[in-house]
């Protein structure tokens, strides 16, 4: 049974049978969700969240990421998530459609507070959580999207229960039972892309939460289906409305790692329109192109991406939030030819009523481009066509950051730096983190949190 081998593994796994390569890359996802959880706090994001975990009360048991003051870890980990997935620049993985390190950093490092764990003990909570989230995700690509789920928040429960049953030493049977009661806190509704809501930065939260949650109960005595994955009424009969592969959890579980396929965004946008702000890129890269000279853009897209950043009102109306920009794959594309970036300033309420880039926006013509591999690691092209006829076209392979092509350690340096708004400060922690390694670049990390929360905090989020 696919629950109870997960858990098996999950429950004998050691630091030793992780690949060095592994857990180095496990330590750059942390360190990236860090960042992005600064830099969420830093411009005002995830409040809601954060007012939240602070009224819930209960033992002061861990400081979330970028707090000064412990919390219940349920709570400290329930507004960590939310801030590290609320601008949207956090990891995603190709095959399972997951934002991983959303669901697991924030339950290892609550959790590892409350239990007093070491820097190996939540590193290799991480690498459960990150190969766990994106097995279940792999299992049916797209398959909880094609329903109106969100991915994320469906096996984020879980993965949660799965790391935090880890660290607090649960038996096999317990991880089962709670893998089994985290099961029913799935959803996720992705009704948001239909209004000026932003319910999709607080599903990390819930399913951090909720998870914990889960971890409690079975370590007390509750039971949880043991077929929560694979039943008649589990996971991906009720949730997955494509062709489902159980057989993706466990397949080479041990042997080959996931965690090294995780794509790290290098824009704070939905990853599904990546890659074409990619060739876009690539398209005038050898032209300095002024976009009051463009005719016509055609942007060659996979059909499974356009059904979230190519909706009907896409390139028509100008985005209703700022949150909604970060899906609207025509008007990203405008701002990029535009301001020759995408970054955090793209995505600001000055930003998107632009009627200079609404007006390119609406030049976008979206072309089908199926592949047979997922969306988010489908390639990219783009044809620009500016009023004098040149016809400037752009091609790439797959995204900058995704697992092909994957950002350097300078320039994921860079992005932590930025997302801590430059400041001086920042540069010299990640310095100091990027200078160790293994184990003791896990240390670093988790030293770096407690420098951020204890003082330096307030400097490099009011940067």
């Given at each position: 049974?696919?629950?109870?081998?997960l858990?098996?593994?999950?429950?004998?796994l050691t630091?030793g049978?992780?690949?060095?390569d592994v857990?180095?890359?496990?330590?750059?996802h942390l360190?990236?969700?860090i960042g992005?959880?600064i830099?969420?706090r830093?411009?005002g994001?995830?409040v809601?969240?954060?007012?939240v975990?602070?009224?819930?009360?209960?033992p002061e048991?861990a400081?979330?990421?970028?707090?000064?003051?412990?919390?219940?870890a349920p709570?400290a980990?329930?507004s960590?998530?939310?801030l590290?997935?609320?601008?949207d620049?956090?990891?995603t993985?190709?095959?399972?459609v997951?934002?991983?390190?959303?669901?697991?950093?924030?339950?290892?490092?609550?959790?590892?507070?409350?239990?007093?764990?070491?820097?190996a003990d939540?590193?290799?909570a991480?690498?459960?959580g990150l190969?766990?989230a994106?097995r279940l995700g792999?299992?049916?690509?797209h398959g909880?999207h094609?329903?109106g789920l969100?991915?994320?928040?469906?096996?984020?429960?879980l993965?949660a229960a799965?790391?935090s049953g880890?660290?607090m030493?649960?038996t096999?049977?317990?991880?089962?039972a709670?893998?089994g009661?985290?099961?029913?806190?799935?959803g996720?509704?992705?009704?948001f892309?239909?209004?000026?809501?932003n319910?999709?930065?607080l599903h990390?939260?819930?399913?951090a939460?909720?998870?914990?949650?889960?971890a409690?109960?079975?370590?007390a005595?509750?039971?949880?289906?043991?077929?929560?994955l694979?039943g008649?009424?589990?996971?991906?009969a009720a949730f997955?409305?494509?062709?489902?592969d159980?057989?993706?959890?466990?397949?080479?579980?041990?042997?080959?790692?996931?965690?090294?396929?995780?794509?790290i965004?290098?824009y704070?946008?939905?990853q599904?329109m990546h890659?074409?702000?990619?060739a876009?890129?690539?398209?005038?890269?050898?032209?300095?192109?002024d976009?009051?000279?463009?005719s016509?853009?055609?942007?060659?897209?996979h059909?499974?991406?356009?059904?979230f950043?190519?909706?009907d009102?896409?390139g028509?109306t100008p985005?209703?939030?700022?949150?909604d920009?970060k899906f609207?794959?025509?008007?990203?594309v405008?701002?990029?030819?535009?301001d020759?970036?995408?970054?955090?300033?793209?995505?600001t309420?000055?930003s998107i009523?632009?009627?200079d880039v609404m007006?390119?926006?609406?030049?976008?013509?979206?072309?089908?481009?199926?592949t047979d591999?997922p969306?988010v690691a489908?390639p990219g092209r783009?044809?620009?066509?500016l009023?004098?006829?040149?016809v400037?076209v752009?091609?790439?392979?797959?995204?900058r950051?995704?697992?092909?092509?994957?950002l350097?350690d300078?320039?994921?340096?860079?992005?932590?730096?930025a997302?801590?708004g430059?400041?001086?400060l920042a540069?010299e922690?990640?310095d100091r983190?990027f200078?160790?390694?293994?184990e003791s670049?896990?240390?670093?990390i988790l030293?770096?949190t407690?420098?951020i929360?204890?003082?330096?905090e307030?400097?490099?989020?009011?940067a």
């Amino acid at each position: 049974m696919n629950s109870t081998e997960l858990a098996q593994w999950a429950h004998g796994l050691t630091l030793g049978a992780i690949p060095t390569d592994v857990q180095y890359s496990a330590t750059r996802h942390l360190l990236d969700g860090i960042g992005n959880a600064i830099a969420a706090r830093r411009l005002g994001y995830g409040v809601p969240g954060w007012t939240v975990a602070g009224s819930l009360g209960g033992p002061e048991e861990a400081q979330p990421l970028t707090g000064i003051s412990a919390l219940s870890a349920p709570a400290a980990a329930m507004s960590s998530a939310i801030l590290v997935h609320s601008i949207d620049f956090d990891d995603t993985h190709a095959g399972g459609v997951v934002h991983p390190t959303a669901i697991t950093l924030p339950a290892a490092f609550a959790v590892g507070q409350q239990v007093g764990a070491t820097g190996a003990d939540v590193l290799l909570a991480a690498v459960v959580g990150l190969e766990t989230a994106c097995r279940l995700g792999s299992v049916s690509p797209h398959g909880f999207h094609a329903g109106g789920l969100h991915a994320t928040a469906v096996v984020g429960p879980l993965t949660a229960a799965l790391v935090s049953g880890r660290l607090m030493g649960l038996t096999t049977a317990q991880l089962i039972a709670g893998l089994g009661i985290a099961g029913s806190s799935s959803g996720g509704l992705m009704e948001f892309l239909e209004t000026d809501a932003n319910t999709k930065s607080l599903h990390p939260g819930s399913a951090a939460l909720n998870g914990i949650i889960a971890a409690r109960l079975a370590q007390a005595g509750a039971t949880g289906p043991h077929s929560v994955l694979e039943g008649k009424w589990g996971l991906y009969a009720a949730f997955s409305s494509r062709p489902v592969d159980l057989s993706v959890i466990t397949d080479a579980l041990g042997s080959r790692w996931e965690t090294a396929n995780i794509g790290i965004k290098s824009y704070p946008s939905c990853q599904l329109m990546h890659v074409t702000l990619d060739a876009v890129a690539a398209a005038v890269s050898t032209k300095k192109v002024d976009a009051s000279n463009i005719s016509d853009i055609e942007v060659h897209v996979h059909p499974d991406s356009q059904t979230f950043v190519c909706r009907d009102s896409a390139g028509v109306t100008p985005p209703v939030s700022t949150y909604d920009a970060k899906f609207d794959l025509p008007w990203s594309v405008a701002a990029l030819l535009h301001d020759s970036a995408v970054d955090i300033s793209t995505y600001t309420e000055e930003s998107i009523g632009r009627s200079d880039v609404m007006a390119t926006a609406r030049m976008v013509r979206v072309i089908d481009a199926p592949t047979d591999g997922p969306a988010v690691a489908a390639p990219g092209r783009v044809i620009v066509t500016l009023t004098d006829g040149q016809v400037l076209v752009g091609t790439v392979p797959g995204s900058r950051g995704g697992a092909a092509f994957p950002l350097t350690d300078e320039e994921l340096r860079a992005k932590f730096t930025a997302n801590c708004g430059g400041h001086p400060l920042a540069k010299e922690l990640a310095d100091r983190v990027f200078g160790l390694s293994g184990e003791s670049r896990l240390d670093g990390i988790l030293a770096l949190t407690a420098d951020i929360a204890s003082g330096t905090e307030a400097a490099v989020t009011s940067a």
